[in-house]
């Protein structure tokens, strides 16, 4: 049916610029897994990648909680959260291509290792001393 070919086509075109981090980190995903089909493993790592902020209070585990007075390593890892969340943003946007697809693979890679790793980066990372006048009690 030429209409449902249309339709699909359209959803480039319509896509929410918000959508197109998790729709990149989505078509990702080009292989089944466990008996598991690549579309369903795409839409579990989609729906982690929303959902994983849920966790972010348990998985920082640094003395202090501003940006300002963290180390080196939670700016490092926050700058390469961004640039993968941006460039996911775009490749979410564009069609896919064999290049893209490998592009959208490391980014959401990285996009996952801000979190994951981050018990392991803001333990053991040196902080700066927060000033008694920001410090609560």
């Not at 070919?5 to 359209?10: A, E, M, Q, V």
């Not at 982690?48 to 209070?57: D, S």
């Not at 064999?98 to 040196?126: G, W």
């Amino acid at each position: 049916d030429s209409s449902t070919s249309r339709g699909l086509g359209d959803v480039y075109k319509r896509q929410s610029w918000y959508y197109t981090p998790y729709y990149a980190m989505l078509r990702a995903v080009t292989f089944p897994l466990f008996g598991l089909t690549a579309k369903f493993l795409g839409f579990v790592v989609m729906a982690a990648g929303i959902a994983i902020f849920v966790a972010l209070p348990w998985l920082d585990r640094s003395p202090v909680k501003s940006i300002k007075y963290k180390g080196v390593y939670s700016k490092f890892f926050l700058a390469l959260f961004v640039v993968s969340f941006l460039v996911l943003g775009y490749l979410g946007a564009v069609p896919s291509t064999p290049a893209r697809t490998i592009a959208a693979q490391i980014f959401t890679v990285c996009y996952f290792a801000y979190f994951l790793l981050m018990p392991i980066y803001s333990k053991y990372e040196t902080c700066k001393p927060v000033p008694d006048r920001v410090q609560l009690g």
